[in-house]
């Protein structure tokens, strides 16, 4: 049953995904045929026009009034050929859409069939379900009692045993997973501290030298200039 459930469900998947992609394929024929259709009919009315206008032209030049009759005979005949052909146009869109709506209500009510389908079955598997769960859950809970009351007294015993050795074990672990946080955290901040202070002291160490390549620059360059004031004045004197 479920086997033939899925196939139906993987069938009307094919089935929508084809109607579909027939769907958009006869919107797209319908929308080429419909320009196709525009740009002929533009074309002709174009023709049409400049052949009336040179009819009108040649039967004015000419004032003969033999030739109205036929120009009066070739607008019927194209406004009834224009009229057949907006019919044509117009039913085959209609026909069209008549298709396009009633497959559009046919996938709906598929659509709604199949999840009404899948409801049911979903009901009836969660009850069926639930039923088995319930039964075997009372059965489970008879033979769990049988036997709890059959072991009970060697099991405490192993129980607490193994529960406090585990609880030991677990305390350890954690204690040293602590340990080993704090001493990481430690040595982090540590590190941090240490590289602040060495950083601290390096740029306090480029302040200095540079504030002793200053003064000793601004040294320098008041001896030079004394030196050559100097100069200046006792190659004064002595000139």
């Known amino acids: 049953a479920a086997a033939t459930t ?17 769907q958009a394929a006869a919107a797209r024929i319908g929308a080429v045929w419909l320009g196709h259709r525009a740009h002929v009919r533009k074309i002709l009315d174009s023709r049409i026009c400049v052949v009336q206008a040179r009819i009108r032209g040649v039967l004015t030049r000419s004032r003969f009034k033999k030739h109205a009759p036929a120009a009066i005979l070739l607008q019927r005949c194209w406004r009834w050929y224009r009229q057949r052909s907006r019919m044509r146009i117009r039913i085959a869109i209609a026909t069209v859409l008549q298709k396009h709506a009633r497959r559009h209500e046919v996938i709906t009510r598929l659509e709604i069939l199949n999840a009404k389908v899948t409801g049911c079955q979903r009901i009836w598997r969660g009850f069926r379900a639930r039923r088995q769960i319930a039964e075997r859950e009372e059965n489970m809970l008879k033979l769990q009692a049988f036997w709890y009351k059959a072991v009970a007294c060697c099991q405490v015993r192993d129980m607490h045993t193994h529960a406090r050795r585990i609880q030991r074990f677990v305390r350890q672990l954690i204690a040293r997973r602590r340990v080993s ?16 202070k060495v950083r601290q002291r390096h740029r306090m160490h480029l ?11 601004g040294h320098r360059c008041r001896a030079m200039m004394r030196r050559r004031r100097e100069a200046a004045l006792t190659i004064q004197r002595s000139w």
């Open 181 to 196: 946080r704090r001493l990481a955290a430690s040595a982090r901040i540590h590190a941090f501290w240490v590289g602040h």
């Open 6 to 22: 899925v196939q139906k469900m993987y069938r009307g998947l094919l089935a929508r995904r084809l109607v579909r992609r027939r």
């Open 207 to 217: 302040v200095a030298a540079s504030l002793i390549q200053r003064c000793y620059h």
